[in-house]
């Protein structure tokens, strides 16, 4: 429809009434108002109606992926099985993609959208978890102007168990544990008591070799020997004297104490390749290093997830306050698989002496001869002399960035014991 000019109209029309108004003014006759102008009234059309569904039901599919697919045999908890498909879009118009996934089955990679005509490449992925045949039916789904069109691909497989290895040692005696103990120089609850315990017990214990450190790096040297031996008839006074330690100047950080001390191989002497390490520190205050948790648990960690050096914390844990906690050293601790203990009470040292027995002179990491396969909290078997190990926390665990059975520092296997582990690989 159009105007007479020849432009059509719009949705809206607009009406034009010229009212015209006579006025008797004195007699005179009927005359037009000129004060008076056109009165405009617009009339609105009705809206439009929905879309029509661009999808014809009694015709095929838009999208054509074909009805069926074979993927290669899959070894439950492996690598999964992956085939590429061609999607093609037989409508007239672009249509939107997506999928659902069916059990083990599912798209890993759909393009967004085809347009008329287009093909594209997706790929279909199997993961199974138990062994058998696999059968699911995939759905594809094409949108266009909010309306939807599925097509369904049914995909077929088999699925089959990983193969089952075994690993058994007898475990053998660390060489010496070397041991750095760092000390807050106030605020240690009834530390000459506890100390005198530790050094007590550490020369009963035999193969330790001990260094002391307050805060600030100074490394204690009682009668010029820095690196005190366990065995040694002197050890338990050396040991005694060189935790009274005193307050000097400098960034007081037993986390930035540690470490320097290690990087720098400091005392000489010390820090063998080939012995087992541990640090303990005790302090009632907070750490005045300036690194994050997040940074400091990073250069606690040698090859990826392994710990090189356990680190424990003896500080104000519980509700009885004599201090503050530094929350990033306990972070460390707990990543190094060291121990906590309460300094505020008044026997701390007895869970050192526990703690030692296993996590300073036995191994706790046992790595296995292949990874096992991504279902290996259920495959997995641990048993020490012929006794099954439930996997619970504190008992053991496997650490899965390095292949390593891990136990937990009071359940670490004496040597002469048969330590046997059973598990599923992919290799």
Request: proline letters at 8%.
């Given at each position: 429809?159009?105007?007479?000019d020849?432009?059509?109209?719009?949705?809206?029309?607009?009406?034009?009434?010229?009212?015209?108004?006579?006025?008797?003014?004195?007699?005179?006759?009927?005359?037009?108002?000129?004060?008076?102008g056109?009165?405009?009234?617009?009339?609105?059309?009705?809206?439009?109606?929905?879309?029509?569904?661009?999808?014809?039901?009694?015709?095929?599919?838009?999208?054509e992926?074909?009805?069926?697919?074979?993927?290669?045999?899959?070894?439950?908890?492996?690598?999964p099985?992956?085939?590429?498909?061609?999607?093609?879009?037989?409508c007239?118009?672009e249509?939107?993609?997506?999928?659902?996934?069916?059990?083990?089955?599912?798209?890993?990679?759909?393009?967004?959208?085809?347009?008329?005509g287009?093909?594209?490449?997706?790929?279909?992925?199997?993961?199974?978890?138990?062994?058998?045949?696999?059968?699911?039916?995939?759905?594809?789904?094409?949108?266009?102007?909010?309306?939807?069109?599925?097509?369904?691909?049914?995909?077929?497989?088999?699925?089959?168990?990983?193969?089952?290895?075994?690993?058994?040692?007898?475990?053998?005696?660390?060489?010496?544990?070397?041991?750095?103990v760092v000390?807050?120089d106030?605020?240690?609850?009834?530390?000459?008591?506890?100390f005198?315990?530790?050094?007590?017990?550490?020369?009963?214990?035999?193969?330790?070799?001990?260094?002391?450190?307050?805060?600030?790096?100074a490394?204690?040297?009682?009668?010029?020997?820095?690196?005190?031996?366990?065995?040694?008839?002197?050890?338990?006074?050396?040991?005694?004297?060189?935790?009274r330690?005193?307050r000097?100047?400098?960034?007081?950080?037993?986390?930035?104490?540690?470490?320097?001390?290690?990087?720098?191989?400091?005392?000489?002497?010390?820090?063998?390749?080939?012995?087992?390490?541990?640090?303990?520190?005790?302090?009632?205050?907070?750490?005045?290093?300036?690194?994050?948790?997040?940074?400091?648990v990073?250069?606690?960690?040698?090859?990826?997830?392994?710990?090189?050096?356990?680190?424990?914390?003896?500080?104000?844990f519980?509700?009885?306050?004599?201090g503050?906690?530094?929350?990033?050293?306990?972070?460390?601790?707990?990543?190094?698989?060291?121990?906590?203990?309460?300094?505020?009470?008044?026997g701390?040292?007895?869970?050192?002496?526990?703690?030692?027995?296993?996590?300073?002179?036995?191994?706790?990491?046992?790595?296995?001869?292949?990874?096992p396969?991504?279902?290996?909290?259920?495959?997995?078997?641990?048993?020490?002399d012929?006794?099954?190990?439930?996997?619970?926390?504190g008992?053991?665990?496997?650490?899965?960035?390095?292949?390593?059975?891990?136990?937990?520092?009071?359940s670490?296997?004496?040597?002469?014991?048969?330590?046997?582990?059973?598990?599923?690989?992919?290799?």
């Amino acid at each position: 429809m159009s105007r007479a000019d020849g432009a059509p109209y719009g949705t809206r029309m607009r009406v034009v009434t010229l009212l015209l108004f006579l006025c008797s003014c004195g007699g005179g006759a009927g005359t037009l108002d000129g004060s008076l102008g056109p009165v405009l009234v617009e009339r609105e059309e009705p809206p439009l109606g929905p879309r029509p569904n661009p999808f014809d039901p009694r015709a095929n599919p838009c999208l054509e992926v074909g009805a069926r697919l074979v993927v290669p045999e899959t070894t439950v908890g492996c690598a999964p099985s992956s085939v590429d498909v061609v999607i093609s879009n037989r409508c007239g118009f672009e249509v939107r993609l997506s999928s659902s996934r069916a059990g083990a089955v599912g798209f890993s990679a759909l393009p967004r959208s085809l347009r008329p005509g287009a093909s594209g490449s997706a790929t279909v992925r199997v993961l199974p978890m138990v062994a058998g045949p696999v059968r699911e039916r995939l759905t594809l789904t094409a949108l266009a102007d909010g309306f939807a069109q599925e097509t369904s691909l049914l995909v077929e497989g088999t699925a089959v168990s990983a193969r089952r290895v075994a690993s058994e040692q007898v475990v053998q005696r660390s060489p010496p544990v070397e041991l750095l103990v760092v000390i807050d120089d106030d605020g240690v609850f009834e530390a000459e008591e506890n100390f005198s315990r530790l050094a007590r017990y550490f020369a009963s214990a035999g193969d330790v070799r001990v260094v002391v450190s307050d805060l600030t790096g100074a490394i204690q040297r009682p009668d010029g020997v820095s690196v005190l031996v366990s065995e040694s008839p002197t050890f338990i006074d050396r040991f005694t004297r060189a935790t009274r330690v005193t307050r000097t100047p400098g960034v007081r950080s037993c986390h930035e104490t540690a470490r320097r001390l290690m990087a720098a191989r400091e005392p000489a002497g010390f820090w063998s390749a080939e012995s087992p390490h541990a640090v303990i520190c005790i302090t009632n205050e907070l750490d005045e290093s300036d690194l994050p948790g997040s940074v400091m648990v990073g250069q606690w960690q040698g090859r990826p997830g392994l710990p090189v050096t356990s680190f424990s914390l003896v500080a104000p844990f519980g509700a009885r306050p004599c201090g503050a906690l530094d929350a990033r050293l306990d972070l460390v601790r707990d990543v190094t698989v060291g121990v906590r203990e309460e300094l505020c009470s008044p026997g701390w040292s007895s869970t050192l002496e526990s703690y030692s027995r296993s996590g300073f002179g036995f191994r706790r990491w046992f790595h296995l001869p292949s990874m096992p396969a991504m279902r290996s909290s259920q495959s997995l078997e641990v048993s020490v002399d012929g006794v099954v190990l439930p996997q619970v926390d504190g008992l053991w665990r496997f650490d899965g960035a390095t292949g390593a059975v891990v136990f937990g520092p009071l359940s670490s296997p004496y040597p002469g014991a048969t330590l046997r582990a059973t598990w599923e690989t992919c290799e």
